[in-house]
């Protein structure tokens, strides 16, 4: 993380089944940055590891930020920590908020669907637009009640008439109908997604049978939610600022690589979710192994994340 702020954590919660809940405050008192709905923090965690959240409080609330983290047993660690060795008064570092998956605050109705933990963005998101006084509908989708998170505070809310819960256990008729839910697209129309990546594949795939445009519809992975890779064979980079050529090993990122020969590119989440390490492509055939670009900035091949993406040609030229 290239800036780093020093917070304490001030209250730690239970948000449902499996979800703890982080109020973190500046540990010198001070006011934090500002953030926008939809903005993510990267939280560096005992061991090492750096995760991203997104913060889930309302963006008018400067004196403090608020995650939810769900303690995933198949994690790589970052949610265990938190789970288990970060409790109330601990001190973390976090990066500045940024924003990847920002609000439209034109839209004339605003649809957000999230799968599980993913109402985080969402619930920031909706408490905004309940303050622009903006149209909106929140659905929530868990495999149970007890883990929907945020449940309480959602159905205590200003908003609740506005918020949706749907449950995989319930009677059939209550689990969400995609297609009913989305309905044909409208101008002024947005769509906000937040979730696993299957919960996210069929959203998208409901839109886009039903003729949403791609700019109508937001979407935001988690961290560790990965496509398959591509192009895992081995390849050159070539440095158009100054020739050099560089080797990248089958089993070795295009940032380690790079890394080793002492040219060293800005990593967070090391996973293709957050952009920290986007850089420009001059040349050559990606291969895009991130959840970060869309599917037609990648179709576009003028920018790739070296720390998951490798090359279909035998080189790459970078903007580096
Ligand atoms: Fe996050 Fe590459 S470091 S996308």
Redesign the pocket.
């Known amino acids: 993380m290239s800036t780093v702020l020093t917070v304490r954590v001030a209250r730690k919660t239970v948000e449902a089944e499996g979800v703890a809940g982080f109020r973190l405050v500046a540990a010198d008192g001070a006011r934090l940055p500002a953030f926008t709905a939809g903005a993510h923090i990267d939280v560096a965690l005992p061991g090492g590891l750096v995760r991203q959240y997104s913060l889930c409080n309302a963006s008018a609330q400067a004196d403090h930020y608020e995650i939810g983290v769900l303690r995933d047993p198949a994690s790589r660690g970052g949610s265990q920590a938190l789970h288990d060795a970060v409790h109330e008064g601990e001190v973390l570092r976090i990066s500045p908020p940024r924003n990847h998956f920002p609000l439209d605050e034109s839209a004339t109705h605003s649809l957000l669907l999230a799968g599980g933990i993913g109402v985080t963005p969402l619930l920031s998101m909706a408490q905004r637009l309940h303050a622009l006084q903006a149209d909106f509908s929140l659905h929530c989708c868990s495999r149970t009640a007890a883990r929907a998170p945020y449940r309480r505070r959602l159905e205590g809310g200003a908003f609740a008439h506005k918020v949706f819960f749907h449950h995989d256990d319930d009677a059939v008729a209550q689990r969400i109908d995609l297609a009913a839910t989305i309905g044909a697209p409208a101008p002024g129309k947005h769509l906000y997604v937040c979730g696993p990546t299957g919960f996210i594949d069929a959203v998208r795939a409901t839109a886009h049978a039903l003729h949403w445009p791609d700019a109508r519809v937001h979407v935001e992975y988690f961290a560790g939610a990965m496509a398959p890779a591509d192009g895992q064979g081995s390849f050159e980079v070539e440095l158009r600022s100054c020739g050099r050529v560089i080797r990248v090993a089958e089993s070795v990122s295009v ?1 380690d690589a790079l890394a080793a020969e002492g040219i060293d590119i ?13 850089t420009r492509v001059l040349a050559g055939d990606v291969a895009h192994n ?1 959840l ?1 670009l869309t599917p037609a900035e990648q179709a576009a091949n003028d920018q790739f ?4 993406s490798r090359a279909r040609s035998p080189r790459l030229v970078l903007d580096l």
Do not use: E, I, K, M
Not at 305 to 308: A, G, H, V
């Open positions: 940032v800005p990593v967070s989440c090391a996973q293709g979710v957050c952009g920290t390490c986007l991130d970060y994340l070296p720390c998951c």
